[in-house]
């Protein structure tokens, strides 16, 4: 059967796109895989440590006020379980909503822009999850 061996091409494609900081293309291909074969727990692995590589490239260039939250963030009790990530690329991920969500609310719509678009450079993966830019109010 064709999708058994795609499913592979997809999550090898998402790895290696991982390893080469291109995360836009590691999530896509790791996303397209998960319709493919939505039981394979590898791919929901995979795509919680390509969201924490893109977090940890960007730790370098937060303000110390981003910095702090996310860390906040990252070190407070959760709710929940990670499902299919590690704890810690779980809470890098929480960390880095934190951020987000800061950045919304109190209308620094440049800076959030410009964090996004670091590791997200292709339009079509923006669309695709309904990431766009603000405009400032």
Request: hydrophobic residues 40%; without cysteine; neutral net charge.
């Amino acid at each position: 059967d064709l999708d058994s061996t795609i499913y592979e091409t997809y999550y090898n494609l998402g790895i290696a796109a991982t390893n080469a900081k291109k995360y836009d293309i590691a999530i896509n291909a790791l996303l397209d895989g998960i319709k493919i074969k939505p039981d394979y727990s590898n791919f929901y692995y995979s795509l919680a440590i390509a969201q924490a590589e893109f977090v940890k490239d960007i730790l370098e260039i937060l303000s110390e006020e981003e910095l702090a939250i996310f860390k906040r963030a990252r070190n407070a009790k959760k709710g929940t379980k990670a499902k299919h990530a590690s704890v810690a690329d779980y809470n890098m991920a929480t960390g880095f909503e934190a951020i987000l969500g800061y950045l919304y609310l109190t209308g620094q719509n440049d800076r959030l822009n410009f964090l996004l678009n670091k590791g997200i450079d292709n339009e079509d993966w923006r669309q695709k999850f309904g990431l766009r830019i603000i405009k400032n109010r």
